[in-house]
């Protein structure tokens, strides 16, 4: 890897681990104006401005037509944001001995969650650069944000700063740092795919992927610091459900194709809904039913992503 790919990937790693983080704690700042329920705010706001440089990557790599990276970095991603992230959480939460719970109206997200992966399966098994498959997911995801903007009405969330000034201009200015992010990272990695012959596959399942994934690192420990758990579960669920739904239909928006084999795929799919469906179940568990965050779980979800990255070698 030459230096100028090397300062590429850091560059842009840096500028989204700051903007994304900013644009978190802007669009928070902003939606909770309007009295915007904890988890609306996770899995919405907060979850479409973490998952921006995920789209911004994808519409870069499927217009270099590198359509398959788009796959790897939506697949990879949202393996990451459960394995790597809400591991790290889970770790974090156990050293300071404090306890995980959750309250009973995320039953119906970990179902959205459960059937968007789902979703994400069979499109990638028909075919994932299809107009109709993108219009697919965009009508899911239409459904989805719907339903939760249903349920947010007549609920209420506290402001606690109202100091702040020039938020919109900081929003835009965040955004404009994510897509010169996205940029950078996703040349680092072309770069990467043409010098040394790594398939993209691999390059969108971890170059791609992780680099776009620290948002949700950032944010989530940040909101998990504070105590703020419902958010960060609300923060991954939305952003997997975006990643799925709306940047995997990215591809077939703008009609772009590629070689596609859906059957190498099939290891790293299962892997993804493995772990959705342990964060699922273990948030199920812990709905009024607090218990200390769990070391062994946050284990199995670490050491599963690191076999994760042997399948995408392949």
């Known amino acids: ?30 939606a909770t104006k309007y009295g915007m329920s904890p988890f ?21 790599a499927a217009l270099d037509g590198k359509a398959v990276m788009v796959v790897g970095n939506v697949v990879g991603s949202n393996v990451a944001n459960i394995a790597l992230v809400f591991g790290l959480t889970l770790s974090v939460l156990f050293f300071k001995r404090e306890s995980f719970s959750a309250g009973p109206e995320i039953l119906l997200n970990l179902i959205f969650l459960i059937l968007s992966t789902l979703v994400i399966w069979v499109v990638i098994a028909i075919n994932p650069f299809n107009i109709y498959s993108s219009f697919l997911l965009l009508l899911c995801l239409i459904g989805v944000i719907g339903t939760w903007y249903k349920k947010n009405l007549g609920t209420s969330v506290e402001l606690k700063d109202t100091k702040e000034k020039f938020l919109m201009p900081k929003l835009l200015l965040s955004l404009i740092f994510l897509v010169l992010a996205a940029w950078l990272i996703t040349k ?22 992780i680099g776009t994934s620290l948002p949700e690192i950032a944010a989530s420990l940040a909101l998990a610091s504070k105590g703020r758990y419902e958010a960060v579960v609300g923060t991954l669920i939305g952003s997997n459900i975006f990643n799925g739904l709306f940047v995997l239909a990215i591809p077939g928006l703008l009609g772009s194709s590629s070689t596609f084999n859906y059957h190498q795929w099939i290891p790293l799919l299962f ?19 607090p218990k200390r965050a769990s070391l062994m779980i946050s284990f199995f979800l670490f050491i599963t992503y690191l076999l994760s990255l042997r399948l995408a070698y392949n």
Not at 2 to 30: D, R, W
């Open 271 to 289: 892997v993804l809904l493995t772990v959705t469906m342990i964060f699922s179940i273990y948030i199920f568990l812990r709905i009024k039913t």
């Open 188 to 209: 680092g990695a072309l770069n990467i795919l043409s010098s040394l012959g790594v398939g993209e596959l691999f390059v969108g399942y971890t170059v791609l992927a």
């Open 1 to 30: 890897m030459s230096t100028l790919t090397f300062i590429y990937i850091l560059t842009g790693i840096i500028l989204i681990v700051a903007s994304g983080q900013n644009l978190a704690k802007y669009s928070v700042l902003s």
């Open 40 to 60: 609306f705010i996770g899995s919405t706001v907060i979850a479409f401005g973490t998952s921006t440089p995920e789209i911004l990557t994808s519409l870069f």
